[in-house]
């Protein structure tokens, strides 16, 4: 008890930290990591080219154009198909249940990659019969093929994001919506969609940022994309820092989506905050 009546409270004494091994390993991977960071800054400063830059940048812009194209598409037209895969999970029929698994088991399964090589070049072999029935003039092209295989691979992703969303809304929730004379329907859209969203907005956002990294490969095709015009101007300049230009303007792009998704997520759970 102090002169003026108050308690005096004795407060522990602050634990020093000291050089554990796994703060010595975190500042080694930091310096290193800024080191590699600087090397490269000191390169695009050393190797700057105004002309190459002037040349391939509308090119750059042209191919980034096709990505987020390619990538809006797919992930639109996936998030449409993903519905009735989800509700197939979902089903208590064991044939669409099964057959909505299978969907989502080959298409997570395997390599976006061979997927794309699948349409692109496995429906090319059937061309008489694919103009038969006047499908020639979209599987002919390389982005079409891209965009179906992107489209078909995502919908297996959403699916399970959608599945997993529902189904973390508690039953209370459909008994009370039940209680009250709502249709399933209308809990469905009104009642247990919105909650699902929250859950859903981060591995929604996350398919999306994997979705524009893998876009990459539509390169291989012949889709001049972001990283078929990178591939391009490298084989005509030789210039390594094409490639910089272009991991810099990914990292950009996906920076742009996870604030977005940020803000989003802030907007729709303002009123799970004290």
Request: positive net charge; hydrophobic residues 50%; glycine residues 8%.
């Amino acid at each position: 008890m102090s002169a003026n009546g108050t308690i005096a409270v004795e407060r522990p004494p602050e634990v020093k930290q000291g050089w554990t091994r796994a703060r010595i390993i975190g500042v080694v991977l930091l310096t290193i990591w800024a080191a590699l960071g600087l090397g490269v800054l000191i390169f695009m400063v050393n190797a700057w080219d105004p002309e190459i830059f002037a040349r391939y940048a509308p090119r750059y812009l042209s191919g980034l154009w096709v990505t987020i194209q390619l990538v809006a598409v797919s992930v639109i037209c996936g998030a449409l198909l993903s519905v009735p895969i989800a509700l197939g999970r979902m089903s208590r029929n064991k044939l669409i249940a099964g057959l909505a698994y299978a969907y989502v088991y080959f298409f997570r399964g395997t390599p976006l990659l061979a997927q794309t090589f699948l349409i692109y070049y496995g429906l090319g072999s059937f061309r008489p019969e694919l103009q038969a029935i006047g499908l020639w003039g979209f599987f002919r092209e390389a982005w079409y093929c891209a965009a179906f295989a992107f489209t078909l691979n995502t919908s297996a992703y959403q699916a399970e994001i959608l599945r997993g969303a529902v189904e973390s809304v508690g039953r209370g929730q459909w008994e009370a919506a039940s209680a009250l004379g709502l249709s399933k329907l209308q809990t469905l859209r009104k009642i247990i969609i919105p909650q699902a969203l929250i859950v859903a907005l981060r591995p929604y956002g996350n398919e999306i940022i994997l979705m524009i990294k893998g876009s990459a490969i539509v390169a291989i095709i012949t889709v001049y994309d972001l990283m078929g015009e990178t591939r391009r101007a490298y084989a005509r300049t030789f210039d390594f820092q094409t490639y910089i230009w272009a991991a810099i303007i990914y990292l950009g792009l996906v920076e742009v989506l996870r604030n977005a998704i940020d803000w989003i997520e802030l907007r729709i759970t303002k009123h799970l905050k004290r």
